[in-house]
């Protein structure tokens, strides 16, 4: 029997009756570093959404905001995983008659647990609020950049739906040709424009019959010649394609954003728990030297 196990007051192979984990400590440093996330998280909000302006040529761009909460995110799990790891492992009672390598296992499973306490609390909790406010500023920024592109899609898709039957009709009912000065309406001439174009937005290709139509349709109602025609129908398709083109960037660029955060929240809890477990080591660690500090300097006055 060796002197640790003698100290100890057990026997060789004696299983403890008392459970490995201390509770108390783990929920000590688990509220000690929800607090300090809901603190930190409130400052970092308030500084990001100072970032964003709903006018896209002032304030920062997405990608940059979701750089900025990224490492905030990053700053935000180091300081209270940290702290409650720590404290977790600096509030323990000192563990007799176990080995330093399994002291320090449970030290480092404190804090591990300590820190997945804290997250789980958080995101049943309090997700909502702290989701909100953390991405507050990501999706005024994500709105503005995407919105011309959600207007467009949403816009392009339920007219597409509402008048696809009418397009077809208008094609079997369409004159040959048009004349200037007809008595085809105005209203009916726009409704008719605004189907081949919303036709083609959907498909991606404008039929040649219906280009020919809308050539005939612009010099009749605007006077110009064929040829002054043709030339602002080509503007004006060249301008729809460039809109498709820059709503489809923004979109592409809002959906890079959101993974980009999606992934650095996810690789901040990473460290967020690593950092919890090496602190909670740390603090067990210089907990059990300050008490034999203690104890040998108290040692020759007894």
């Known amino acids: 029997m060796s002197l640790t196990e003698l100290n100890a ?8 009756n008392t459970s490995a984990v201390s509770w108390g400590p783990i929920i ?17 909000s308030g500084f990001g959404l100072t970032m964003v302006s709903p006018w ?5 761009s997405a990608a940059t905001f979701a750089v ?6 990053i700053v935000i799990q180091w300081i209270s995983a ?3 790891g720590y404290l977790t492992g600096r509030l323990r009672t000192k563990w007799s008659g176990v080995h330093n390598d399994e002291i320090y296992f449970r030290d480092t499973a404190h804090g591990f647990i300590a820190w997945a306490l804290s997250t789980l609390f958080i995101v049943a909790v309090l997700g909502s609020a702290i989701t909100s406010t953390v991405s507050g500023g990501v999706h005024t920024a994500a709105t503005v950049a995407s919105g011309a592109a959600s207007a467009a899609t949403s816009a392009a898709g339920s007219a597409s739906n509402d008048t696809s039957v009418t397009y077809f009709v208008d094609s079997l009912l369409r004159p040959s040709t ?3 000065g007809s008595s085809e309406g105005s209203e009916t001439a726009t409704s008719q424009v605004s189907r081949i174009l919303l036709n083609a937005a959907a498909t991606g290709t404008l039929p040649a019959d ?6 005939q349709i612009v010099a009749a109602r605007s006077g110009l010649s064929e040829a002054d025609a043709k030339a602002r129908v080509d503007a004006i398709l060249t301008r729809i394609d460039a809109a498709k083109t820059s709503a489809k960037e923004a979109a592409d660029k809002a959906r890079k954003v959101g993974a980009t955060t999606a ?6 809890l990473l460290i967020g728990a690593f950092i919890a477990s090496v602190a909670a080591a740390l603090g067990g660690k210089q907990r059990d030297d300050d008490e034999e500090t203690y104890r040998s300097a108290q040692a020759p006055y007894k």
Request: charged share 10%; no cysteine; aromatic share 6%.
């Open 82 to 84: 940290g702290v409650g």
């Open 28 to 44: 000590a440093g688990a509220v000690a570093a929800v607090s300090i996330t809901i603190l930190l998280t409130l400052l970092g």
């Open 263 to 268: 992934f650095m929240g996810a690789f901040s």
């Open 178 to 180: 048009i004349r200037s």
């Open 9 to 16: 007051g057990t026997s060789p192979g004696a299983e403890s």
């Open 210 to 215: 219906d280009r020919t139509y809308l050539d």
């Open 68 to 73: 900025s909460t990224a490492i905030g995110l």
């Open 56 to 60: 896209a040529t002032e304030g920062s």
